[in-house]
């Protein structure tokens, strides 16, 4: 089975600060795929990034940057100089390989972000 | 534009009165799948389907139906809604392969008093 946990509920940083958002998963199977999605106060799910378990190599895109640690089971994803447009709620979901893991994204809790200016 | 849509995107029902949700895609994904989103929950996958004809459940499945006639189109049905179905709905689709993430509508927030 597919657990994705993301152990901080809410998070409240003030602008400008750096933030890191936790996510830890459990999977079976030997290739699979996380993802970051975020939802602002709209409701919509926008995508952020997808990384497959086969390529560890962090990532940035401008301020946000990934930090993906199969050892530890971990994909956590860093805000750096944060602001308010940031302010929403994040999902990380993984993915697996085969039919049944894969047809399903499984998403963790999420965690509430809100940047105060 | 590369799109889900999913209609409506507000409703407020009766319990026990059918309804219908419905979801469209104009990306030729083989893969559709409902979610539902509950406070301190994430996204619960409720169906979801591989092509045609082929639908299989998600972790929640109890109370709803759905139907995959046509690869755009992939309604959920509540025959009898009940306040517990009060709920932000998402349906996403998604290319076939693994790996591919999901496209996601912009949510149906259904209220069942």
């Known amino acids: 089975a597919q657990k994705v946990t993301q152990a901080q509920t809410e998070i409240s940083v003030v602008e400008k600060e750096d933030v890191t958002l936790d996510c830890v998963y459990e999977?079976?199977?030997?290739?699979?795929?996380l993802f970051w999605y975020k939802q602002p106060p709209s409701g919509e799910l926008v995508f952020l990034i997808r990384?497959?378990?086969?390529?560890?190599q962090n990532e940035i895109s401008g301020r946000y940057s990934w930090n993906f640690q199969k050892s530890t089971s971990s994909f956590n994803f860093t805000i750096t100089a944060s602001q308010v447009v940031d302010s929403a709620v994040y999902f990380c979901a993984l993915s697996g390989e085969r039919e049944t893991s894969g047809s399903r994204l499984t998403f963790g809790e999420g965690t509430q972000l809100t940047v105060n200016p | 534009e590369a799109q889900v849509t999913q209609n409506p995107r507000y409703l407020i029902t009766v319990t026990g009165k059918k309804l219908t949700v419905t979801c469209s895609q104009n990306m030729n994904h083989e893969y559709m799948s409902w979610y539902r989103q509950d406070p301190g929950l994430g996204l619960r996958q409720i169906y979801y389907s591989m092509n045609v004809e082929v639908t299989d459940k998600g972790d929640v499945p109890e109370g709803y139906k759905v139907s995959r006639k046509e690869k755009r189109n992939f309604p959920l049905i509540l025959e009898s809604p009940s306040p517990n179905q009060t709920s932000l709905y998402f349906c996403?689709?998604?290319?076939w392969g693994a790996g591919w993430g999901y496209t996601f509508g912009s949510g149906t927030r259904l209220t069942v008093v």
């Open positions: 999977t079976r199977d030997t290739t699979y795929y």
């Open positions: 990384r497959n378990s086969f390529d560890e």
């Open positions: 996403a689709s998604r290319r």
